[in-house]
């Protein structure tokens, strides 16, 4: 649920809203998450045409208990008959919206038309053919925010910064080649690493030796009591 963008509650028309419904509803309208409210099997109510029948109702008494700025739209629909199920799609796509904003890798640190430089190395520790994924997102989220990419190796960096007629916006380097790169940028360039963006996006660290990533844990654990840890692994290993 918590990277949800759209929820999509369906809802037995023949009995109504239950209270682990209401519980759904209520943990949805906390993370503003906008809701669509699927009141399934309306076939098989007398009143299959109207709203939603006697789960209508429900669903309106379960509302009043919302916190204030829920996004729900409710429909009626058969899985049975196919009944508005084109209208479910639509509603969804309504509702998606007013969802928040995801997090962004590297988009919200550029303009468009900006140009960022990323050094990326191709060692005998690399995968053959391709990059590895963090410097593929990193790509693509540039491209998505219409900013210019411009990659290359260590011993091409120092040439490349030269040939631009403005300093880059950015640099983002891998971080076994961080010293190195740092002694090529101009200080007045921010730089920054593949492995520091992928922790900006995912709020923890991303990258680090599962030693010192551990005792770090432990010392924010000392301060701050329980804590969610995410670990990731990185796509290859190096090679001596």
């Known amino acids: ?16 809203v239950s209270d682990r ?18 009141f399934n099997k309306v076939d098989l109510l ?9 789960g209508g109702a429900a ?15 409710k429909i009626a629909v058969s899985a049975a008959t196919g009944m508005n199920v084109r209208e479910l799609r639509e509603s969804v796509a309504a509702v998606a919206g007013h969802a928040k904003p995801a997090r962004r890798l590297i ?9 960022v ?22 790509l693509r989220d540039l491209l998505d ?17 030269g040939s631009l007629a403005r300093p880059p916006k950015l640099v983002v380097t891998d971080s076994q080649a961080f010293s190195q790169v740092a002694a090529i940028v101009p200080p007045e360039v921010p730089l920054t690493s593949f492995s520091i963006l992928m922790a900006r996006l995912d709020g923890c660290g991303y990258g680090f030796g599962g030693c010192g990533f551990g005792f770090g844990v432990g010392v924010l654990a000392s ?14 290993l190096g090679v001596q």
């Open 223 to 236: 301060h701050f009591g329980d804590l969610r840890v995410r670990g990731a692994g990185c796509a290859y």
């Open 145 to 161: 925010a219409h900013a210019a990419a411009l990659a290359c190796q260590p011993d091409e960096l120092a040439g490349l910064l």
């Open 46 to 54: 007398a009143a299959g045409r109207d709203t939603c029948g006697e």
């Open 107 to 115: 988009a919200d640190l550029v303009n468009p038309g900006d140009v």
């Open 117 to 138: 430089v990323l050094m990326i190395p191709i060692d005998s520790s690399a995968p053959k053919g391709r990059i590895i994924l963090p410097q593929q997102m990193v």
């Open 1 to 16: 649920m918590r990277r949800c963008d759209v929820a999509m509650l369906v809802v037995d028309a023949t009995r109504g």
């Open 21 to 38: 419904d209401c519980e759904l509803l209520s943990a949805f309208a906390e993370k503003a998450m906008p809701c669509v409210v699927a």
């Open 59 to 73: 669903f309106e008494d379960a509302a009043l208990k919302l916190p204030e700025g829920a996004i729900v739209r």
